[in-house]
């Protein structure tokens, strides 16, 4: 069955940085935009970037632009997130999510917490 | 951005009974393949969203009959026509038609 997981989540400082993973299975993953997904209490669930299959089309909301990059690699079957200079709103439950705009299947989530 | 608003943000219900929840956007949703992207999800506390509508009107495996999606345009509404208890927790619907795809604030439901 589908199944996506996440790891890399972790406390950081401001203007630190992270890389998350999520690890796919389960589906034929070259067939498929990967996505991240962020959820705060504060200003609920945000789409923070995705990729095309090859790799070679991504897009990021424009709070993440510039500070965020979204890759995978289709031999592992993974999709990452290199967060760069994290900020105390990058704050979030990270969700790694398919397909784009719909959004079937979710994994767990991973939570990134930023403070000082 | 598509501003995505839901009403209302909470719903306090008796099992058994009917719900419906309105989701409406600041641009219409039909995107260049003819398709609308409204999408409706749950989420249960502690648990990841899991999609129950798909496009407007699609549900997905596995999910109730009872779940009902319609609309078009800009005004959409997901309807349970019998509440039960499984079905507390948060409804959000999303567009994935403009980009930044946008989720409404989500409503919050609990049986009465």
């Known amino acids: 069955q589908v199944q996506l997981v996440e790891s890399g989540g972790d406390l950081v400082e401001p203007g630190g940085s992270l890389r998350l993973s999520c690890a796919a299975s389960?589906?034929?993953?070259?067939?498929?935009?990967m996505n991240w997904i962020r959820q705060t209490p504060g200003r609920g669930l945000e789409w923070v970037a995705y990729?095309?299959?090859?790799?070679?089309?991504?897009n990021y909301a424009d709070s993440v632009r510039g500070r965020f990059t979204i890759s995978r690699d289709n031999v592992k079957r993974s999709v990452y997130l290199q967060m760069n200079g994290l900020r105390v709103d990058d704050t979030a439950v990270y969700y790694c999510?398919?397909?784009?705009?719909?959004?079937?299947?979710w994994g767990q989530g991973t939570v990134v917490i930023v403070s000082p | 951005d598509v501003v995505v608003t839901q009403s209302p943000l909470s719903l306090s219900v008796t099992l058994g009974q009917p719900a419906s929840i309105s989701c409406r956007t600041t641009?219409?949703?039909?995107?260049?393949?003819?398709?609308?992207?409204l999408n409706w999800f749950h989420q249960r506390p502690g648990q990841s969203p899991r999609r129950l509508i798909y496009?407007?009107?699609n549900r997905d495996s596995g999910v109730p009959y009872r779940f009902s999606g319609s609309g078009s345009g800009t005004d959409f509404t997901l309807e349970i026509s019998r509440v039960e208890a499984e079905d507390v927790g948060i409804f959000y619907c999303?567009?994935?038609?403009?980009?930044?795809?946008?989720f409404g604030q989500g409503t919050k439901v609990e049986i009465k």
């Open positions: 496009k407007v009107s």
């Open positions: 641009e219409g949703l039909v995107y260049s393949d003819g398709s609308t992207y």
């Open positions: 389960g589906f034929i993953f070259t067939d498929y935009y």
């Open positions: 990729i095309s299959q090859s790799g070679h089309v991504v």
């Open positions: 999510a398919f397909p784009a705009r719909l959004a079937q299947s």
């Open positions: 999303m567009q994935g038609t403009h980009w930044p795809w946008t």
